[in-house]
Each structure stands twice: as structure tokens, then as C-alpha cells.
């Protein structure tokens, strides 16, 4: 049972670009997480998605990020004109129903 | 709402020798507690959680913790560190539904020294 899978490992835009981050959860896991860490700080929530729904997106910035978990496929972090203050790891952590998380390895994004 | 503070961002200890890396948060709910470490470049891993019953958790790799609900405090200590133990650890709190969205604190870097 593979864990949270999350790809890119490490991923280089320049200012303007768009980032996509992806991320596959746990087998049978139907609850999914994105946090965002900046360099010297703790993790800080953004999004918490069911399949096809958002469920709390308290924490994304409102301007240039979204994401999405379709019904069919991986969960994806959306930055559109990546910004240099966007460069952070990217973690995506899973869940069943009801129970703990399991996270990912994480997206390291650098923006130059 | 909830907060979660570490009060030491750097702990350094010499191997074989115990640790406590300190943790209190704030919440006006019930909680969930957890500790993980993040070894450099790589993701979280859960070493402990408090969910309900004995205050006293015990985790992975030796590492224990104790849920003090008077002084809103979840301390994790080790009673022998070893050099792979270095790393970052973060303490965070969930609201009682236990599938909601965890508050980090900022970290807590252990260095352990031969």
C-alpha cells in the first residue's frame, strides 16, 4: 500500500509562471489536505477537499490558488503567476474518514 | 480559535542523555494533540497522538508524551536520545472531530551531539 504520493519531488518556475502540484492519496483515503511550509516556519493549513468538493479553504490565499480532487485522479494545487514569496514546501497529507493523517513528502517549490 | 506554542526553537543534547521538547496550546474545544518529526527534506511523520483516555502516550522510536489538560501543555520527552534523532518536531492541535485541519506550532530543532 503505497503512501501519499506527491509529485514534482522539487519543482523551479519563474515569476508569472503557473505551478501544478499533485498529489495521489492513500489507497481508500477520500479526504485530502494541502499545507504550505515557508522556509523557517511551522506548516500552515490551506485546503481540505473531498472527492469533488471543497471543503475548507480557509487558509488559500484569494487570489492566484486553487485546487482541486476530481473524482477520478490526483488532488491538484494550482499557483498561477508564481510570485517569489510563493516559493515553500508543499504538503499534501490524506485521510479515511474519520482518522489520522498520513502526509506526503512534500513539493518544493522555488520561484526565480 | 485554536494556537499551538513551542517554547524552544532550538534544543541541543548529548547522545544517551534525555529530552523534553515543550509544547502548550490554546483551544476553547476539546482536542486533539499530536507530535511529528520531519527529518530534513522529507515529509512529516506521526510519532504520537492524544485522542481520549490515558494522558500519558506513548509513540514511536521511544518518545512519550503527556496530555496536561490544567496547564494546556503536551510535552514530549525521550528518556535516552540518539544521533538519528535529530531533526525538527512540531506539536499540533485539532478540533475534537479528529478530521479537520491541524494548527502547527513552529518547531522545535533537536540537535543531538555525540
Known amino acids: 500500500n503505497a503512501g501519499v504520493m506527491q509529485n514534482p519531488r522539487h519543482l523551479v518556475r519563474r515569476r508569472g509562471q503557473e505551478a501544478r502540484l499533485r498529489c495521489s492519496p492513500m489507497?481508500?483515503?477520500?479526504?485530502v489536505y494541502w499545507y504550505r511550509q515557508l522556509p523557517e516556519e511551522g506548516l500552515k493549513f490551506m485546503v481540505y477537499?473531498?472527492?469533488?468538493?471543497?471543503?475548507?479553504e480557509s487558509g488559500m490565499p484569494k487570489e492566484r490558488f486553487s485546487a482541486e480532487f476530481p473524482k477520478e485522479g490526483p488532488s491538484i494545487l494550482r499557483i498561477q503567476q508564481v510570485v517569489r514569496g510563493d516559493s515553500a514546501a508543499y504538503f499534501c497529507?490524506?485521510?479515511?474518514?474519520?482518522?489520522?493523517?498520513?502526509f506526503g513528502s512534500g513539493t518544493r517549490l522555488t520561484v526565480v | 480559535a485554536q494556537s499551538v506554542t513551542q517554547l524552544d526553537s532550538q534544543v541541543p543534547v548529548f547522545e544517551e542523555a534525555p529530552v523534553e521538547l515543550r509544547c502548550n496550546y490554546s483551544?476553547?474545544?476539546?482536542?486533539?494533540l499530536f507530535w511529528y518529526v520531519q527529518y530534513p527534506n522529507q515529509g512529516l511523520q506521526l510519532l504520537l497522538k492524544?485522542?481520549?483516555?490515558?494522558?500519558l502516550v506513548k509513540g514511536i522510536n521511544g518518545f512519550e508524551a503527556e496530555f496536561n489538560k490544567s496547564q494546556t501543555s503536551f510535552h514530549l520527552r525521550k528518556p535516552s536520545v540518539h544521533i538519528s534523532d535529530t531533526a525538527e518536531y512540531f506539536c499540533?492541535?485539532?478540533?475534537?472531530?479528529?478530521?479537520?485541519?491541524?494548527?502547527f506550532g513552529q518547531g522545535t530543532t533537536l540537535q543531538v551531539k555525540p
Open positions: 497529507a490524506s485521510s479515511p474518514a474519520g482518522e489520522g493523517y498520513t
Open positions: 489507497k481508500g483515503h477520500s479526504h
Open positions: 477537499l473531498q472527492k469533488e468538493n471543497i471543503i475548507d
Open positions: 483551544s476553547s474545544v476539546s482536542v486533539y
Open positions: 492524544y485522542l481520549s483516555g490515558s494522558t
Open positions: 499540533a492541535v485539532s478540533g475534537s472531530s479528529n478530521t479537520g485541519k491541524l494548527i
